[in-house]
């Protein structure tokens, strides 16, 4: 999956809210999240996005970056 810019992540509609996380995608093997959290909550970075798979029925976390 290609990484999102920080313009076209922002600009997808939030699908679901999760606790810290907005799920901005979903297929039946993908998902991509938007963080909530900034650097000043401990995070690495501001806009942290989360690409998670499904692998054997459990989602696992492929990548996470901080889009541009």
Same mark, same amino acid.
């Given at each position: 999956?290609?990484?999102?810019? /920080?313009? !076209? ?5 939030? /699908?679901?809210? *999760? ?14 999240? /938007? ?6 909550? *401990? ?10 798979? /499904?692998?054997? *029925?459990?989602?696992?976390?492929? !990548? ?5």
């Amino acid at each position: 999956m290609r990484k999102f810019s /920080l313009k !076209e992540i922002c600009s997808m509609p939030v /699908l679901k809210q *999760g606790h810290f996380d907005n799920l901005v995608y979903e297929s039946t093997t993908k998902r991509v999240w /938007l963080s909530r959290m900034t650097i000043e909550d *401990g995070m690495p970075f501001n806009n942290q996005v989360t690409i998670e798979t /499904l692998v054997q *029925g459990k989602w696992e976390i492929k !990548e996470q970056y901080q889009p541009v």
